[in-house]
């Protein structure tokens, strides 16, 4: 999965989920991530979800 792809996701994610982006949301969007799309790299999605919550 590309890295704009991986973003427009997260996005989504936070968009849906209804809360205020902040860094307390980097561990539930990566859980989230990982159960629906087990075969991204965690590290990654990590990374990039760390950047967009910035």
Same mark, same amino acid.
């Given at each position: 999965?590309?890295? %704009?792809a991986?973003?427009?996701? +997260?996005? $989504?994610?936070?968009?849906?989920?209804?809360?205020?982006k902040?860094k307390?949301? %980097?561990c539930?969007?990566?859980? +989230?991530? $990982?159960?629906?799309y087990?075969?991204?790299?965690?590290?990654?999605?990590?990374?990039?979800?760390?950047?967009?919550?910035?």
């Amino acid at each position: 999965m590309s890295d %704009l792809a991986i973003t427009s996701e +997260i996005h $989504k994610l936070i968009e849906e989920s209804g809360f205020a982006k902040n860094k307390k949301l %980097l561990c539930p969007i990566t859980k +989230i991530f $990982k159960m629906r799309y087990p075969h991204v790299d965690s590290s990654k999605v990590c990374f990039i979800a760390g950047e967009v919550l910035k």
